[in-house]
């Protein structure tokens, strides 16, 4: 800063300097100037007279008297011609240069000759208007020079003295101006880097830079006052945080505790409630292999199928609570969409025949096949529509028809309708229809009942499968529910369809409802029939008469039971236009359920199909399977599913529940042994070797999962094959399931029980029955229903431990395929080499390896193969790994089709 500020004044004083050396130069010029032209005028008055003709001695002494002064160097007098009249040089060199200079007519002129400067002055001779001649000076500039360098020095001496007392100046000055803003420079440096606002420059005087620094301390004091203002309200906000984040934590926790409270309630419910329909579903299917009449089996029937509509209303109350809790789950098995739909509208048959009702199901020829989706979601949405469709028609008809609306690759679109001709509703009504306890209109809920949550069911359900629902109506006109859904097709067997034994056969419609005929007409025309479509008795006659004319004869009548005269049978036989000898065309009568004839068909009547039309009803119809007689049953019971031989512990603490179970497995043969809690069965499975324990899980002193795990565990410390212990509980959460499977169970069952259901579920576990692992082995993927798959493996329950990463998930079924032969060739070496050390530690390593998918069945046999291996008990190894070879063949072709699929929908995303 000193030294900017010095060499500033420097420059402006040699400026300053420099300019008044040339103006003294300039005017020590002209002094000089001057002091020639005096001379020159006093030579120009008196060196030539008035005829400028002078003497030359004369003029010589007055230039001569020139010398005097020591500056003139030259002087010389010219007349009017320019010639010189008198001249004076000093010295005796002959300059040329100056001569030269002397000679130019000019007034005055400063030039350098001889290394040094001169002066030229000029001063003409005038006499009035004459011009007489010239005086001409030339002086040297010594003085000029002196005068210059004088000046010079004396101007760079007092410069420097500027320039010291300056610098001295500055330096004080500096103390007084810099060096308090230094201060507040090096204040505000500290402050930045510590954040510390207590920190004050010191006052340093009553000056501009005092009032400076004050008004700088003033502002820190305000700074500080805010930040300490700052710094409690933040403290203040992060209490007040604190204390929300502590409220928000306990409403979580209620949330969650009510959310589990939730899930408990809904899991004792369904305990209790499925419980006591396990004991009337089961008394029913005793019932089924009593000898009974006919018409005392139908009752049956209807009873058996009341029972699951109010097990299906009851999982709809289930199922609400389940969404309201996010806890619904779907399964992907296949399923005959047409037979389900066919199943639903007989649930529903006595209760429209009740009130003459046509209830009609429309299935379309080409939906053959199975798809895959949810049946029991799907079956759960249409009874609860065709529920309605009931409830709100007093006569009528009432039409379930299924459309496939679209196709694309291996996806299905289909919709669903269910259109009745009841009361309808008004259409204001319409946009809250689907809302959670609303109906239509408070009086119909006081004529009708219902809770209003069969709608919203049906609505979340389909919605949360990617699918659509809604109505049509009008008042007084009736209602269309309609809901679309997407499905998978399926490689499973197709389904149902018409033979082809009616081919060409030329088939007689005489049916009143437009509505029978056209679904009826349909079946018949995707089986090759030649149809003619009466809508009443008159029509038709004309038919056979004409037909008769032209020698035709129908094949086949299928006649509205409306236009049956059983007192004249014969009526449309007498029209068939054919000859006596020639057999007549077979009469089929369409029936509604509750039609009541003798004890056998009526005469002409060769079989009847009754409403709704199924169509397995209508091949065995057509192709003269149907039953002759309607009499009292024989009292052999049906095919009844038969088990081989063996001891089965049954756990239940429910006496009803054991008491049906038990008749249920007497009845397939088995010996049955029974406990009434899982303490109890503790030790029966300790006294009595079982071949499978029936487990429920929900049991006062021990629970299920308890007793499983102890049962394991004295299994594994005393070397004892583990016995299969299935599951049987009336909780329907899938997790309860998972957590059945992780307990140690090796299946799962849930209540209600269906004897058929429970044949098929104990029936693989048997040893030596007429199931190999062999034929269990070949048993392809799309053959096996949801729990069996769950057995082979959960995809879930490994996804869960894999962190719920699908990409590690899909490298550990990567590698699983690529070791797994190696595994097992290691169990094997073990089992050829005897050697129980090596087989425990081959068998532990793939136990290790199936633990990753949760493969039930696999990982036993492996475990029983680490038992031996501990024990050195190796005589039934063979058999025990041939077993675990079927199941990792199982399983490993699932990872792989797990695999494919995967890959599959990356290829479809790319």
Partial sequence: ???????????????????????????????????????????????????????????????????????????????????????????????????????????????????????????????????????????????????????????????????????????????????????????????????????????????????????????????????????????????????????????????????????????????????????????????????????????????????????????????????????????????????????????????????????????????????????????????????????????????????????????????????????????????RLFEKFTQADGSITRHYGGTGLGLSVCKQLVELQGGDIGAYSRLGEGTEFWFTMPFTTSDGQPATRLVNTIQDELILLVIGNQTARVILESYLLEAGARVVCCRDHSEALEQLREAAQHGRSYDTIILDEAFYDESHPHRFLEHRGISEEKAGPRLILLCRRTASFSTRFPDGVAAIVYQPILRAQLVEALNGAAEQHLGVAESVAGARPVLPGGTILLVDDEPINRMVVCAILERFGLVVHSAANGREAIERAAAHRYQIILMDIQMPEMSGYEATERIRSRELTDGREPTVIIAMTANALKSTRMRCLQSGMDDFISKPINPEMLAERLRPWFAGNNVTAEQLGEKSQHEMDDGEIGLLWSRPEALHLAGGDPALLRGLIKLFLERHGLLLARVEQAIMAEDPQQLDDAAHALKGALNHFCAARAHREALLLEMRGKSGEMSDCAEIFSRLTVEVARLTELLARETAEANGNSNQLN
């Fill in 1 to 431: 800063m000193t030294l900017l500020s010095l060499a500033t004044t420097g420059i402006a004083l040699l400026l300053l300097f420099s300019l008044a050396l040339v103006v003294h130069v300039r005017q020590l010029r002209e002094t000089m100037a001057d002091h020639l032209l005096f001379l020159a005028a006093a030579i120009s008055q008196t060196g030539l007279p008035e005829d400028g003709r002078a003497a030359p001695e004369t003029a010589q002494k007055l230039v001569t008297a020139l010398e005097v002064d020591e500056d003139i160097e030259l002087a010389a007098l010219y007349d009017a011609q320019a010639r010189v009249v008198a001249a004076y040089q000093r010295g005796d060199d002959d300059e040329h240069a100056l001569w030269q200079v002397a000679a130019q007519e000019v007034d005055a002129r400063l030039f350098l000759a001889n290394n040094s400067f001169h002066l030229l002055l000029s001063q003409i001779i005038r006499q009035g208007e004459k011009n007489l001649g010239r005086v001409v000076l030339v002086s040297r500039l010594p003085r000029l020079e002196k005068q210059m360098v004088l000046a010079a020095v004396a101007m760079l001496f007092g410069m420097g003295l500027f320039v010291v007392v300056n610098h001295l100046a500055a330096r004080r000055l500096q103390r007084a101006i810099s060096e308090p803003v230094d201060r507040l420079a090096a204040t505000a440096r500290r402050i930045t880097e510590l954040g510390d606002y207590s920190i004050r420059v010191e006052q340093g005087g009553r000056d501009e830079i005092g009032g400076l620094i004050d008004h700088f301390n003033s502002m820190l004091d305000a700074i500080q006052v805010r930040d300490r203002e700052l710094h409690q309200h933040r403290h203040n906000l992060e209490l007040l945080v604190e204390e929300r984040t502590e409220e928000l934590r306990r409403r979580r926790d209620e949330a969650l505790a009510a959310s589990q409270a939730k899930t408990e309630f809904l899991a004792n419910m369904s305990h209790e409630i499925r419980t006591l329909m396990n004991g009337v579903i089961g008394v029913l299917s005793l019932l089924k292999d009593a000898p009974l009449s006919e018409e005392h089996r139908r009752l049956l029937a209807t009873a058996a199928r009341s029972a699951d509509s109010l097990l299906h209303i009851i999982n709809d109350i289930l199922d609400f609570s389940k969404i309201d809790a996010g806890m619904i789950e779907f399964e992907s098995i296949p399923f005959d969409v047409g037979q389900l739909v066919e199943e639903v509208a007989l649930l529903y048959v006595d209760a429209v025949n009740l009130r003459n009702i046509d209830l009609l199901c429309q299935v379309p020829p080409d939906l053959g096949g199975k798809i895959q989706g949810d049946p029991t979601r799907l079956r759960q949405i249409l009874t609860n529509l065709l529920s309605n469709a009931v409830k709100f028609t007093k006569a009528g008809q009432i039409v379930l028809r299924v459309e496939c609306i679209e196709v694309s690759e291996q996806k299905l679109l289909l919709r669903f309708v269910v259109k009745d001709s009841g009361i309808g509703i008004p259409e204001k009504h319409l946009p």
